[in-house]
């Protein structure tokens, strides 16, 4: 069994916000697999969904605000990009939040408290939590400090190299190197579509593009297995 959590003070400090009903601070940083030990219970994950619907407006309401000229297709990718698993996992690692969740016997061995599922279901636990605990107003403080950077970042939020994320993620979540494949050559010199390329992780094929050279071809379907990805973490 893992460690009890921290105190609620402890909590407290980390967030930077004073929890009034210390239970809430430690249903958010419970496991499901905790739970599940201890008395069937699922944990935080009531908290989790409540905390998914209060980060997706609030989030939604800051970008809006901050960007008044993008357009819906804009904003909606830039929440996308601000609320998946893997940016709410890296603003958990941010606050330590690894340390503090209570986890089950199997999640500790395999290192459940450096997960980006876990991380990032604590994350909106915690969120849900502050919610119930004081409203929307504390609830938006946090969440505003906490994605700050991001927010404002404009056009740059999720801009980067397609092949390059996806070698990232897929090294960090996958412990593999993308493989790509061209499962059709047009042979026509000028076609704009004339290789499609598939691209794979392990054993399975996560997205295909198309593009007059192999090279913009393995980008687009780059890009394909990364909204993928961010449709599963959304």
């Known amino acids: 069994m893992s460690e009890e959590p921290a105190t609620p003070a402890s909590v407290d400090e980390v967030l930077g916000y004073r929890f009034r009903d210390a239970g809430l601070a430690t249903t958010a940083l419970t496991h499901p697999s905790w739970a599940n030990e201890v008395d069937g219970g699922g ?15 609030v989030i939604a309401n800051a970008l809006y605000a901050a960007h008044p000229d993008w357009a819906e297709g804009e904003l909606t990718r830039a929440r996308a990009a601000l609320v998946n698993q893997r940016a709410l996992a890296a603003v958990s690692r941010s606050l330590g939040l690894g340390r503090l969740v209570k986890l089950g016997r199997t999640e500790q061995r395999s290192s459940g408290g ?41 056009g740059a939020v999720g801009t980067r190299d397609p092949k390059t994320a996806l070698q990232e993620w897929a090294h960090a979540e996958h412990r593999t190197t993308p493989s790509y494949g ?19 992780i392990g ?9 007059r050279s192999k ?11 990364l909204a993928r990805r961010d449709r599963h973490d959304a």
């Open 215 to 225: 090279r913009s071809a393995e980008q687009a379907a780059a890009q394909a297995a």
């Open 182 to 200: 061209t499962v059709r050559d047009s042979g026509v010199d000028h076609d704009e579509q004339r290789f499609t390329v598939e691209v794979r």
């Open 114 to 154: 450096d997960k980006d599922r876990v991380l990032a279901n604590c994350l909106e636990a915690l969120i849900g939590a502050v919610f119930l605990d004081g409203g929307l107003a504390p609830a938006t403080a946090l969440l505003r400090r906490l994605f700050a950077p991001s927010i404002e970042a404009g």
């Open 43 to 57: 944990g935080n994950e009531r908290l989790e969904f409540l905390g998914d619907a209060v980060l997706d407006l």
């Open 203 to 211: 054993s399975e094929t996560w997205g295909s593009g198309s593009g």
